[in-house]
């Protein structure tokens, strides 16, 4: 199976304007999450998103978005770009079964630099 | 809330050395644990896991115990190698529906020839 695609991997943006982040998880994971990772916070939830659902969200201001479409892919959308949102931004794709925790497969990130 | 407190780094051994590297935890529910691995460019790759107390997780020669008497989770191997340089992060999840982990500020480990 193909692994978690996050797309683009690269992304240079100024104050003020917005962005759209995609993730493709493995075929069949119904759940996708995303984190922001940064030097200074580290690695951070942001929301989790299950059948078109958010089911879990972090404590991210409302500039910061996400949807899932009915083939489970996913977008994240942050608006009004400040400086401090420059980040590695991670998708998370999982199976998920009946009872257990499944194990989380992390894509490669999108690296988004905001001048 | 729930938390991870994980050794401050980088930690600097020399091949073949035994590596520790300590993590705790703060959690309201049963959690289960993570240790997960960061290469250079990659993204995180699950590393092993335990779902309950006493669960010890192993996976390419470290292992890692859930002691709940203890709340921590530290990640062992007995002998490390060149190529485990990378960065780790103690995790946790409490599955109360759907995934919300909590990750440790992560620990960078170098390993020298």
């Known amino acids: 199976k193909a692994g978690v695609t996050q797309t683009p991997r690269y992304l240079i943006k100024t104050r003020g304007q917005q962005v759209t982040l995609s993730c493709s998880p493995i075929s069949g994971h119904r759940s996708v999450s995303w984190y922001q990772q940064t030097p200074g916070q580290g690695l951070q939830f942001l929301f989790e998103y299950f059948s078109e659902t958010q089911r879990n969200k972090g404590n991210f201001p409302g500039r910061f978005s996400g949807r899932q479409f009915s083939n489970s892919r996913s977008e994240m959308n942050v608006s009004t770009l400040e400086l401090g949102d420059s980040a590695l931004y991670l998708c998370?794709?999982?199976?998920?079964?009946?009872?257990?925790?499944?194990?989380?497969?992390f894509g490669p990130g999108t690296r988004l630099t905001v001048l | 809330g729930d938390s991870v407190t994980q050794m401050e780094g980088p930690v600097t051994l020399s091949e073949e050395a035994f590596l520790t590297i300590n993590c705790t935890y703060t959690?309201?529910?049963?959690?289960?644990l993570f240790w997960y691995v960061q290469y250079p460019g990659e993204g995180l790759q699950l590393l092993l896991k335990a779902t309950k107390a006493d669960d010890k997780g192993s996976n390419k020669g470290f292992e890692a115990t859930y002691r709940k008497e203890t709340t921590s989770f530290h990640l062992e191997k007995g002998s490390v190698q060149v190529s485990d340089s990378a960065v780790y992060f103690c995790?946790?999840?409490?599955?109360?529906?759907?995934?919300?982990?909590?990750f440790g500020a992560g620990t960078r480990l170098f390993v020298k020839a």
């Open positions: 995790a946790l999840s409490d599955q109360g529906g759907g995934f919300k982990t909590i």
């Open positions: 959690a309201t529910g049963y959690p289960s």
């Open positions: 998370a794709s999982s199976e998920t079964l009946a009872g257990g925790l499944n194990e989380q497969f």
